[in-house]
Nanobody, 114 residues
């Protein structure tokens, strides 16, 4: 059974930093990543990383956010720097197992004040 535990959201001033963590268990994970969804909008990709360390970022976060993973701990991190008010929303961890199963975390709120 796949289990995801997210942490690290919170309130920060514009220009500040936060780090999100997502610890996964119960399978072998090929892809790990972060998405976000604002009220009334579709969920959108923020960043993903595969088991070889290859990364993919949304244009809106390139140069500000860094995704990384610790394969030994099955944990993915999202370091968010130079945060902007428009980054305010709920962030969701997503993992895809070696066998193609996709699982979502419960979401963590990130609020950036201006």
């Amino acid at each position: 059974q796949v289990r995801l535990v997210e942490s690290g959201g919170g309130l920060v001033q514009a220009g500040g930093s936060l780090r999100l963590s997502c610890a996964a268990s119960g399978s072998i994970f090929r892809f790990m990543g972060w998405y976000r969804q604002a009220p009334g909008k579709q969920r959108e990709l923020v960043a993903t990383i595969d088991s070889d360390g290859n990364t993919n970022y949304a244009d809106s976060v390139k140069g500000r956010f860094t995704i990384s993973r610790d394969n030994a701990k099955n944990t993915v991190y999202l370091q968010m720097n130079s945060l902007k008010p428009e980054d305010t929303t709920i962030y969701y961890c997503n993992v895809i197992t070696r066998w193609g199963g996709s699982y979502w975390g419960q979401g963590t709120q990130v609020t950036v004040s201006s």
